[in-house]
């Protein structure tokens, strides 16, 4: 994101984790940040970043509706997928802000493929400022129903915890990315033994 550094990059595999790691604390998102999260992501293009960024000066009213709307979606990810990385049970009610964005969404799926795997991809149609949140709401909805061995999971770094879809071979990565934290975490690993000897 040109704002901040952070997250790092889309390291989650899936776009509601993604969305879940914009916020490493409690920090709003600015709706300039998220447009640009939704075209980094590939949701919307360029051109429409472009135009929707130009929102906050000419529709401040509307732009401050749907800003709502994303930081409750965002909560309730959060809350939902935390529980579940941690094996803990999930509220009834924290999927609501979920439910309120798939209710008023209409659209279709489409097959689309990417690295050889095929995906479902959601298509909102577009009226409103909402459809830009379908595609979220629809990827924590599809993999909260993956059920509780869905690999959610947390990098195992206490200062980092971002929310990741561990796809690998053996199901045991650890890491949000080896390049950072398994890296820093190998360095210290290094450095204590070195110690002790
Ligand atoms: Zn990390």
Known sequence: ???SNYPP???AGRLALDFANTAPNSRELSWSDFVLFLA???VITEERAARLSSLADTEPQAVDAVSLKMLRLR????AVFSARAEKRPIGKNWVEPINDILRITEGHDEL??????WQLQFIARENGLE???AAIARSAAELLVEGPDAPVRRCANANCRLFFYDNSRTRRRRWCSMATCGNRHKVSAFLKRRKRQ
């Open 131 to 133: 459809w830009l949140l």
């Open 40 to 42: 980094d992501a590939g």
């Open 9 to 11: 990059a889309f390291i």
């Open 75 to 78: 909560e309730s990810v959060r």
């Open 112 to 117: 689309s493929q990417h690295d050889r795997t």
């Open 1 to 3: 994101m040109s704002s």
